[in-house]
């Protein structure tokens, strides 16, 4: 696995994992995050209710330019031991005002842990809304780090309602006329213009699986 850039981030949790029976224990994860991209510079990622928005590989800077900034996330146990098959539906990646809407599993990764403990957001999520602000992962509803992801997402769901519909089109129209507004940078290059339309076109009528 190629990591080009390396983060950071490290934290010694304790969860109840009741699905291993231990509901009464208190076993010790340690959980590791590695971003492509690293998080200096933020990268801004389009979503799409039907999950055909941008991949964690085509995120952008702010100047446009399409960037990796695939999430990587290893739980071991506090002996360095790998869980595996921690369930995907059991983390996922929230903004902490609610601004950014995922359908219902829409912003899990792609995939339970495996036998190296790891699994990925590599796949677009399934989700409307928008987040200027911070954005987290969260574990069994607990916020993993408080160190936010240097990502930001928009949607041609605008109202986050989970369907791209004539309400989108119109809160569109709002935001793409008059001064810059991330919310409809939907080809995210700091600039309002035809791609963002086109972005909003291919939206129309996705809705929620
Ligand atoms: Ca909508
Ligand atoms: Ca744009």
Redesign the pocket.
Known sequence: MKIITQIVLLAVAVLLWTNLGLANQTPCFEYYIDMACGTEEPAFMFNL?DGSGSPFTEAQRSDGTFVDCRIYLTIEDCFGVPIQGFPAEDMWIQSDDGSMVPCIGGSNPDFDTDETGSTEWVDPMFA?GSTPNDVYIMINGEMLFETPLPLHFSS??????????L??VG?FSNAFFGDYNFEADFFHDGHLNLADVGRLALGIGDSCP
């Open positions: 209710p409307g041609a769901d605008m109202s986050g309602d989970g369907v791209v519909n309400v989108d809160l």
